[in-house]
């Protein structure tokens, strides 16, 4: 199993990004999927999560402004970020918990290889 992240990019303050990530390989179903990022210097933050049946969750610094969605016919998720700020720039990962065909009674969490996103002021 893994998961291939793509859409990152340089962009203005204000501006929008779309980041989306597929997951592919011996896939039983998908739980829970999510964003999380990693500013130059600090710790890996949680952004936002969906779950299987499309609950939403969100960290209170980008609710309003980026939106989750996902496919679970494609196991895709997708990050839609807009009205963008210079604080947002930084490695985005997703992730998901995901039962593969060998271990079908428990989720693993696989990552994501972080895509950069970079907010010019």
């Known amino acids: 199993v893994q998961l291939q992240a793509c859409g990152g990019g340089l962009v203005q303050a204000g501006g929008s990004v779309r980041l989306s990530c597929a997951a592919s390989?011996?896939?039983?179903?998908?739980?829970?999927m999510g964003w999380y990022r990693q500013a130059p210097g600090k710790q890996r933050e949680w952004v936002a999560a969906?779950?299987?049946?499309?609950?939403?969750n969100y960290a209170d610094s980008v609710k309003g402004r980026f939106t989750i969605s996902r496919d679970n016919a494609k196991n895709t998720v997708v990050l839609q970020m807009n009205s963008l700020k210079p604080e947002d720039t930084g490695l985005y990962y997703c992730?998901?918990?995901?039962?593969?065909?060998?271990?079908?009674?428990?989720?693993?969490?696989?990552w994501g290889q972080g895509t950069l996103v970079t907010v010019s002021s």
């Open positions: 992730h998901a918990a995901i039962r593969d065909y060998s271990a079908r009674s428990y989720y693993t969490n696989y």
């Open positions: 969906i779950t299987s049946g499309g609950s939403t």
């Open positions: 390989g011996s896939i039983f179903s998908i739980g829970t």
